[in-house]
């Protein structure tokens, strides 16, 4: 798993205990999807910079030749509306600053306006999506994938709350490339057909 933020024994024991608690919660938070889904509306997490939103394009790609016919959507910076304009890799960017995507204070309260997350929130749930993916390993952004209520949620198993996910990938930090991160996102993807 490519590293993106320092992974220390003390967040290896927080994200297990989370993961932990939650386990008894998955039947309840994440049963399975129907085997029936035939997802027409993606949701692609990719909250954070330029970079990211670029080793992002090889799945965006996949993606597009695994479901031709879905609607995919990116939920990202700015500058990942401006990249992936005219691309034909995202049908649509929202464009939303999520607060721990900061570079300084994320970890600060006051950042986090609620009342924009919720209106977030509901923007997700209307939108009804069939699929959400997000590469991130963050109890956050899996948070966040559960409350748009998607009937399959794939993301890995590492990060704390992979018991709101539907399909944990497993993960192993710093084995992979993150282009292979996210393309190992692919196969709960690709069972679908």
């Known amino acids: 798993m490519a590293q993106t933020w320092r992974v220390t024994p003390a967040k290896k024991l927080v ?11 998955r039947p309840l938070l994440s049963p399975r999807p129907p085997k ?24 965006l790609d996949a993606l597009r030749v695994a479901l031709p016919e879905a609607r ?5 910076k700015a500058h990942a509306e401006e990249l992936l ?11 939303f600053d999520l607060p721990w995507t900061a570079k300084d204070g994320k970890y600060k309260p006051g950042r986090y306006d609620r009342d924009a997350l919720r209106a977030l929130v509901a923007r997700l749930r209307a939108a009804e999506f069939d699929i959400t ?3 991130r390993m963050d109890l956050r952004s899996n948070l966040l994938t559960w409350m748009s209520k998607a009937p399959m ?36 993807v690709e069972s679908l057909s």
Do not use: Q
């Open 15 to 25: 994200f297990h205990a989370i993961d932990v608690i939650g386990a008894p919660l």
């Open 36 to 59: 029936d889904l035939s997802p027409r509306n993606v949701l692609v997490l990719e909250p954070w910079h330029i970079g990211d939103v670029v080793l992002a394009t090889a799945f």
């Open 72 to 76: 995919i959507t990116l939920l990202g």
């Open 85 to 95: 304009r005219n691309s034909g890799l995202a049908d649509e960017v929202i464009v």
């Open 133 to 135: 993916i997000d590469a």
């Open 153 to 188: 949620r794939v993301g890995f198993a590492y990060g704390g709350g992979n018991f709101l996910l539907t399909h944990a990938v497993p993960a192993s930090p710093d084995v992979a490339h993150k282009v292979d991160d996210w393309m190992a996102l692919m196969d709960p």
